[in-house]
């Protein structure tokens, strides 16, 4: 089924020195940007990560030190890379939780400053875990009907995520074609920022989703704990989330001195 899109959509999978999305870092991106009219543009980059790929991870995407040897660093096509996705919406493969925070944060280390609120993020696998619960090669196969070859290269993740998206339209009459429902759908929780630390609730109030505060409202919190902030922005967590954090606080403050 053609998707039916009102802007452009970016599919896009990472391949990366390993699974830490405060601290690991991109070898290679691929994304693959779908217009409303059905055109394609695809493009393939491996990434400098300036520090060493362990060999746990090159033993599943077959990219060593020695492949990204005078490749650009992040820093380098970050601007080229917002560019190429500004105005678009976003969509692959466990992106919700892994690929948009690790993207996200390359960008908050290379000094690019890129808005991220008002688009849409599809996640395919959401999609197909509530409906089949499997993996990309499995729902690949199950709904396209074709063995994914070279998985877990970039190239070949991202247009195997862009594939199963048509079919699941095809296969669930549930599903509406439209970007909207589809990324209210393949999100489980509404996040704040893009590690899920903090959540908005049913009335719509950010409230933090871990630790001795969960499900208390974060305002509140910086209010009667001001500490609480100093300690996560001294703490492991994301740039993103220390920067949607220091964004809350200043907009509380704010409210504060206009009363």
């Known amino acids: 089924m053609k998707l039916n899109l009102k802007n452009p959509i970016v599919f896009f999978d990472l391949e990366t020195t390993g699974t830490n999305i405060n601290t690991d870092r991109i070898v290679e991106i691929c994304y693959l940007k ?6 394609e543009e695809s493009k393939t980059m491996r990434i400098n990560p300036e520090m060493h790929i362990p060999e746990a991870s090159s033993a599943i995407h077959g990219i060593f030190d020695a ?14 890379i917002a560019r190429d996705i500004e105005g678009c ?12 925070p690790v993207l996200a944060e390359e960008f908050l280390r290379a000094g690019v400053d890129i808005d991220m609120t008002k688009r849409k993020f599809v996640d395919v696998q959401v999609i197909f875990h509530k409906m089949e619960q499997r993996t990309l ?21 991202t247009r195997a995520t862009y594939e199963v998206l048509k079919a699941q339209l095809d296969r669930y009459s549930e599903l509406q074609n439209d970007i909207a429902f589809l990324a209210e759908y393949s999100s489980y ?11 908005y609730d049913d009335n719509g109030i950010e409230v933090f989703n871990f ?6 409202s974060v305002a509140e919190v910086l209010r009667k704990d001001p500490g609480y902030y100093s300690w996560i922005l001294n703490s492991d967590f994301t740039l993103n989330t220390k920067a949607v954090l220091t ?13």
């Open 247 to 259: 964004k809350i606080r200043l907009r509380e403050m704010s409210n504060l001195i206009t009363k």
């Open 189 to 199: 929780t509404k996040n704040v920022d893009f590690a899920g630390r903090m959540v």
């Open 211 to 216: 630790g001795k505060y969960k499900g208390m």
């Open 89 to 100: 919406d976003l969509a692959g493969f466990n992106s919700n939780r892994f690929d948009i």
């Open 67 to 80: 492949d990204v040897v005078g490749c650009p660093t992040f820093k380098e096509v970050a601007k080229n």
């Open 137 to 157: 090669s499995a729902a690949y196969k199950f709904y396209c009907e074709k063995n994914l070859e070279d998985a877990h290269t970039a190239e070949a993740d």
């Open 34 to 39: 779908v217009y409303p009219n059905g055109n």
